[in-house]
Structures are given as structure tokens and as C-alpha cells.
């Protein structure tokens, strides 16, 4: 066997390890934020939710691992500690907070059958986050600039194809697909009032994000006047 095709065999083994360690860690903490506040494991929904979830987040990351690694070591550095301005720190701060909060307080409801759902709409909860992790490994697939954080680099380059044709933020879309399907899948209709508050928040870090990539990215400001909708197709 040549070094060539033993180091392409090792950095597969290496990733593979890596993607189930990611899985597993992630099976633990949702476990944690989900299992815990419901004081059991009968909680179907928040099962599937995890398998969904995490099935999806580990395709994404073994799909960057072998077609675009830098973009996946981007990816990781995510967090307010890792945003360059005040403004992002605090938006960022509030994404992590809010999506916490939903997972717990979902946890909470599903205990006390607060705001319980139809098992076919928790179900369709669950294809909603399919759906919002798709667009964003569609997105990933189209730009390879898109950092976890709010930043441009040298070399960075308008993305005007794909989903960039029709909206700015695809991302930031699929995000939101899967924020609303969350609360169905977890089974808590009240769910949606975290969501609703933590919101402008989003819109926030999207007006401030445009107002670097048009400082600092070259062509951005013509791009925003050829496509003119941010997250919603002829919405907004």
C-alpha cells in the first residue's frame, strides 16, 4: 500500500472517530437538556428528536470533513467569544440562550402536558428540522465561506448561485426552519413564545452581518440591490 493511499485511509478513520464521538457527545448533552427537565425517559419525542437532530448534524460534519475541511474548521469556531463585535457577541448570545431555554422548557411542558401536540405534527416537527439542516449543508455545499461566526477573509468572494440567487441568508433560513419545527417535535406548542421573543435577535445579527459585508466585501452592496430578500422569498 502506498504512504498516499494509507494517509487517505487514516485521515477517513480519523474523521469517522471523530463524527461518533461528535455524535455521542451530542446524544449526551440533548439527553441532558431533555431528559432531565421531564424527570424521565419516556419521552418518545425527545428520542426521535435526538436521532433526527444529531443524524443530520453528523452527515453535515462528515460531508465537510471530506469535501471541505477548512469550511468545517470555520464551522467550529462558534460562540460569542469568537465574534468580532459587541453587537454579534450579544445577538449570538441570545440564539444560544434561547435555544437552550427552548429545549428545556419543551421538556417542562411534554412533563406537566402543558401544550402537548398531535403525534403527526410532532412528527412533521421532525421533518421540519431535517429540512432546515438540509438547506444549510445545501448552503455549505454552494459557499465555502460560511463561518459559524460573522467575519470576511481575504480571499472571500460574493455567492450570488444556488439558494443565493433567491435570498441573502439561506443559512440563516434553514436555522429558522428548523427552529420551528423544534417545538412540534418536542411537543410543546408554547415553545414558539421563546422563539418569538429571541427573534429579533436574528434580525438583528442579519442587519448588522450586511452592514460588515458591505464595508468590507467587495461586490455585496450591488448583490443586495439584484437580490433583494433576506430570508423569505418575495416576503422579506
Known sequence: MSNHAYGGIT????????????????IFLLGLLLFLP????????AWVFIIVFMFCVSTIGLYLAFKDSALLERRK?????????????????????ALIS???????????????VPIVVSLAGDILVAIGLLINLIVFKENTYGSATVETTADQKVISTGPYALI?????????VMLIGIP??????????????????????????EKLLKQDLPGYLNYTKKVKYRLIPYIW
Do not use: C
Open 102 to 116: 427552548v429545549f428545556i422548557f419543551s421538556a417542562i411542558s411534554h412533563r406537566f402536558s402543558w401544550s402537548p
Open 77 to 97: 469556531k462558534v460562540g460569542p467569544i469568537n465574534e468580532q463585535s459587541l453587537g454579534q457577541k450579544i445577538a449570538i448570545s441570545i440564539g444560544f440562550l
Open 184 to 209: 412540534l417535535a418536542l411537543d410543546a406548542w408554547w415553545s414558539f413564545a421563546i422563539i418569538a421573543i429571541a427573534l429579533p435577535g436574528l434580525i438583528w445579527r442579519i442587519f448588522d452581518e
Open 168 to 176: 441573502r441568508h439561506p443559512m440563516y433560513t434553514g436555522v429558522l
Open 11 to 26: 485521515m477517513m478513520i480519523k474523521f469517522i472517530v471523530q463524527t461518533l464521538s461528535t455524535f455521542l457527545i451530542g
Open 38 to 45: 421531564a424527570w424521565s425517559f419516556n419521552y418518545w419525542q
